[in-house]
C-alpha cells in the first residue's frame, strides 16, 4: 500500500510538472500582456490644425450682416458688458472735459473718449460683440453725439474766459452728426473682423474651438 501511494504520488507530481512545462513553452515570448501594453502606449495627441495663410484669414473674417436677426438680438447685446463699458468710457470723457478742459489728461481723454468718433469706445463694443457690431456700434456713437452735444452747449461755454458763438456751437455739432454715426458703423465692425482676423491666424485658438464644440459658431457682424 506504501508503495502504491508512492507511486500515485510521483505520477501526479510529473503530470503536475508537464502541464507547467506545456503552458510555458505554448506562450509567444513576442506577446505582451495587456496591462504592459497599456502601458507601453502613448496617450493620442490632437492634432494641430495647420496654420491658415493671412489671405484666407483675411478673407475668412468677413462676416455677411443678418439685419433682421441682429435687431433681434438686439435687447440681449444691449446688456453686455463691452456696450456698457463703452458707455462707461463716453461718461469718463465728458466727465473730465467737466471738471478741468485745460490739463494734458482731460484733453487726451476728451479725443479719445468723447469728440466724435469717440475711437475707445466704438472699438471696445465692436472688438468684443457677439454679433451686431455695426448696431452696436452705430449706438453708441449716436450717445456719444448726444453728450458731445451736452458739453458743446452747457460745459464749454460755462468754463470758457469769453462768450462763444452760437454758430461755432451748431457747426460742431453738425459736424458730429455727419460723421459720428457712419464712422460708429465703420469701425465697430472693423474691431469685430480684426478679432476674427486674429482667431483665424492663431492655430491655438483654433484648436481650443476644435476642443471645445460648445463654443458655436462665429458671430455675425
Not at 493620442?44 to 484666407?56: H, I, M, N, Q, Y
Not at 483675411?58 to 435687431?71: M, Q, V, W
Not at 459736424?175 to 454715426?181: E, F, H, K, N, V
Amino acid at each position: 500500500m506504501a508503495r502504491a501511494k508512492r507511486t500515485d504520488r510521483a505520477d501526479a507530481r510529473r503530470r503536475y510538472r508537464q502541464t507547467i512545462s506545456g503552458d510555458i513553452e505554448g506562450l509567444d515570448p513576442e506577446e505582451e500582456t495587456p496591462a504592459a501594453q497599456t502601458r507601453g502606449q502613448r496617450p493620442a495627441t490632437a492634432a494641430v490644425p495647420p496654420r491658415p495663410s493671412l489671405t484666407g484669414a483675411f478673407r475668412g473674417a468677413y462676416r455677411r450682416a443678418n439685419i433682421r436677426e441682429d435687431i433681434a438680438a438686439l435687447p440681449g447685446l444691449l446688456r453686455t458688458r463691452s456696450f456698457l463699458g463703452a458707455l462707461g468710457l463716453i461718461g469718463v470723457g465728458a466727465v473730465a472735459v467737466a471738471v478741468d478742459q485745460q490739463s494734458t489728461i482731460s484733453a487726451f481723454l476728451y479725443q479719445s473718449l468723447l469728440y466724435p468718433p469717440a475711437m475707445a469706445p466704438i472699438f471696445l463694443v465692436g472688438f468684443f460683440a457677439k454679433r451686431a457690431s455695426y448696431l452696436l456700434g452705430l449706438i453708441v456713437s449716436l450717445i456719444d453725439v448726444a453728450a458731445f452735444t451736452a458739453v458743446v452747449y452747457l460745459v464749454v461755454p460755462a468754463a470758457a474766459a469769453t462768450p462763444i458763438e452760437p454758430g461755432a456751437q451748431e457747426q460742431a455739432v453738425l459736424s458730429a452728426i455727419s460723421i459720428g454715426p457712419v464712422s460708429g458703423i465703420f469701425f465697430a465692425a472693423a474691431a469685430a473682423w480684426y478679432r476674427r482676423f486674429l482667431n483665424l491666424s492663431n492655430t491655438r485658438a483654433q484648436q481650443r474651438r476644435q476642443t471645445n464644440p460648445r463654443s458655436g459658431r462665429p458671430a455675425r457682424g
